[in-house]
């Protein structure tokens, strides 16, 4: 099993992306007002990513500060997560690492990936199969990073 932590802001919405921003297509940017904030996406990296973490070994896990907002309002936009389950991180970047760090201890996955655009400021507690991927806040994720998403995916 493959555990992924997922964040909202700054990976999944690009919380400065412009039209063909970040390498993606221009056409599938999206934007929408939810709970107060904007959110911008491209779909054709939802898409992907979607298909990714769609796997039988992979276990997604919404870990940010959107918490139980994430499925019940991000989910639906963005057509990814609606069941994966909401881990709940106190707000600063070292309270989602310990809840990474207490999920590991209690799921002891064969590999872990964190998606989140703080997670390079972290401390590096974790050894082994651990990847951090932390893509810049204003674009998101961008299709490099979906490629080492995709190798690291795969056993």
């Known amino acids: ?14 919380v400065y992306a412009q039209a063909g921003q970040g390498g993606w297509n221009p056409s ?43 499925p019940r309002l991000i989910a639906p936009a963005l057509c990814i997560g609606f ?19 207490d999920d590991v201890e209690d799921t002891q996955p064969d590999k872990v990936l964190w998606l989140d655009d703080d997670a390079a400021y972290s401390r590096d507690y974790f050894t ?12 998101g994720l961008t299709p490099d990073h979906l490629t080492e998403i995709e190798e690291f995916l795969r056993v």
Not at 53 to 61: A, E, T
């Open 1 to 14: 099993m493959i555990n992924v932590y997922v964040d909202v802001d700054g990976v999944l919405n690009g």
């Open 128 to 139: 082994g199969n651990f990847k951090r991927i932390s893509p810049y806040t204003g674009t």
């Open 28 to 70: 599938c940017l999206r934007r929408e007002q939810i709970n107060g904030f904007r959110i911008t996406w491209h779909t054709d990296m939802i898409n992907r990513l979607h298909n990714l973490l769609d796997q039988p070994h992979v276990h997604p896990v919404w870990l940010t500060t959107w918490e139980d907002d994430a």
């Open 83 to 101: 069941d994966w389950p909401v881990l709940h991180p106190t707000q600063t970047t070292f309270g989602k690492q310990r809840e990474v760090f």
